[in-house]
């Protein structure tokens, strides 16, 4: 139980692109999602965490209107890198957490990740 | 100073050992702690979820938290082979981590049959 399916799993596009990556909860329904960016030898860093049918919270940093989060149901989240450059290119990778349950019975489940690569 | 410190390894041990993998954190705001392990190609798997200092212990896994000294510990008796992954120590302030975590840069384990 407790799948988090992401897609694409790796993309590469020209510079100026703009690149959608899904986070779908399989088998529960995900009150909260999280998105995590990871550059290499670098830990996982929360970007925003978004909750259904409100906007998004961004952390600091973390640039709005390049990184468009939609979280339109409680099972599908989307992340959207808007004119997409170079410097985008990174492992993306999201987290739903249970609205069911407290504490440790609410962990946080994770997709396998999206591999960006932008020429 | 990072916010959280893992020594990312690798780590290589024989089969049979007992693995001791390690964080320390600077903000005492956190009181909840997990650790992940991760696959090559696959999304970090939750293994322990601890929130108070102590031990808790799970088949032949341990964790370990020190408060005081904002250090916590994962350790693994009796290693296989198939535990080789990069285990990942992550802690948020909010219970369940529900305000986002924070993680180590991971750690990379292997275990030589």
């Known amino acids: 139980g407790a799948v988090v399916s992401q897609h694409p799993s790796w993309v590469i596009c020209k510079s100026g692109t703009s690149v959608k990556i899904e986070c779908r909860s399989l088998?529960?329904?995900?009150?909260?999602m999280f998105w995590y960016r990871q550059f290499p030898k670098q830990s996982l860093m929360l970007m925003a965490t978004?909750?259904?049918?409100?906007?998004?919270?961004?952390e600091q940093g973390v640039e709005k209107d390049k990184f468009l989060i939609n979280h339109a149901s409680l099972t599908l989240s989307t992340l959207t890198v808007t004119s997409a450059h170079p410097e985008d290119s990174s492992f993306y990778i999201c987290s739903a957490r249970s609205q069911i349950g407290t504490g440790e019975r609410q962990p946080q489940h994770f997709g396998d990740g999206t591999r960006l690569s932008i020429l | 100073q990072k916010e959280v410190e893992q020594d990312p390894g690798p780590l290589s041990v024989p089969e049979g050992a007992i693995v001791s993998l390690n964080c320390t954190y600077s903000?005492?705001?956190?009181?909840?702690f997990m650790w992940y392990r991760q696959y090559s190609r696959k999304g970090p798997e939750l293994l322990m979820y601890t929130y108070s200092s102590g031990n808790k212990e799970d088949g032949r896994f341990t964790a370990q938290v020190d408060k005081s000294s904002k250090y916590i510990s994962l350790f693994i008796r009796d290693s296989q082979p198939s535990d080789s992954a990069t285990y990942l120590c992550a802690m948020s302030a909010v219970r369940g981590g529900a305000d986002g975590l924070t993680f180590g840069k991971g750690t990379h384990l292997i275990i030589q049959p």
């Open positions: 088998d529960f329904q995900a009150t909260t």
């Open positions: 903000n005492s705001a956190f009181q909840y």
């Open positions: 978004s909750n259904e049918g409100s906007k998004a919270t961004y």
